[in-house]
């Protein structure tokens, strides 16, 4: 949430956006905590809610909340939504026509579910995770993962579930046996090679070593969040739908 709050203030300073804000969350641990938090953030920042309003999960008619929000005169949506919920989300934002400036959607959005559903559609849109469109290690990764699974991997989690295997591994290997304090004191203390790049945890902690907001550009999901090298500029305003 900080991460997405840095990112639309900065749009909001540059002129891009407005201070209305249209936020949306299902009514479980993942929406209320995420939603919880946002609401601080947008406020600290000088946003406005415009529209506030959580679902119940398994909700799929999602229309009427999709005409409200596209009536609350806020450039941006955000939505702390389920899989199910982001690709009916997805469906019913297209044919009300709503594309405000910024989209940002919950867990699915970075699933290779969701292009291959949406196509040209998905281009502009904001949620969880993204990937370094310049790390050859990652797209090693994703090739491997595609040749073994014939899809690719989900664009948030898996890199970063990946990455967490390999520093086990290495800090077995150093250790040399299953001493279970020796590898956690290597994995709290030593550096790491993994698809990520190199990492070394802070108070248990990995800092900057993934993305936490990523946009569909040209067909990849690229981190655009937090701002820091090898971020991508975000792309706004989204495309408007094509149907």
Do not use: C
Request: glycine share 12%; hydrophobic share 40%; net charge positive.
């Amino acid at each position: 949430v900080d991460s997405l709050v840095a990112l639309l203030k900065k749009q909001r300073e540059d002129g891009k956006i407005n201070s209305n804000i249209a936020m949306i969350s299902v009514a479980d641990g993942f929406g209320i905590d995420l939603s919880g938090a946002a609401r601080k953030g947008f406020a600290n920042a000088g946003f406005k809610l415009s529209y506030d309003k959580s679902y119940p999960i398994g909700t799929q008619d999602l229309a009427p909340i999709i005409a409200e929000a596209k009536g609350s005169g806020a450039d941006t949506f955000v939505a702390f939504s389920y899989p199910p919920d982001t690709m009916a989300l997805t469906e019913q934002s297209k044919v009300a026509s709503f594309a405000p400036k910024i989209m940002f959607l919950g867990v699915g959005v970075g699933f290779p579910l969701y292009p291959q559903r949406f196509g040209a559609n998905v281009e502009g849109g904001m949620s969880l995770g993204g990937w370094s469109r310049d790390n050859a290690a990652t797209q090693a990764y994703a090739e491997k993962h595609t040749e073994m699974f014939k899809r690719g991997p989900d664009r948030w989690g898996s890199q970063v579930g990946y990455a967490s295997l390999q520093m086990l591994e290495q800090a077995v290997e150093r250790v040399g046996k299953i001493d279970r304090a020796a590898i956690i004191k290597e994995l709290q203390t030593g550096t790491f090679d993994t698809v990520l790049g190199k990492i070394k945890l802070e108070n248990n902690m990995p800092k900057d070593a993934f993305w936490l907001i990523g946009q569909w550009q040209d067909g990849f999901f690229v981190g655009v969040g937090p701002q820091r090298s090898g971020a991508a500029a975000v792309v706004i305003p989204k495309p408007a739908w094509k149907q």
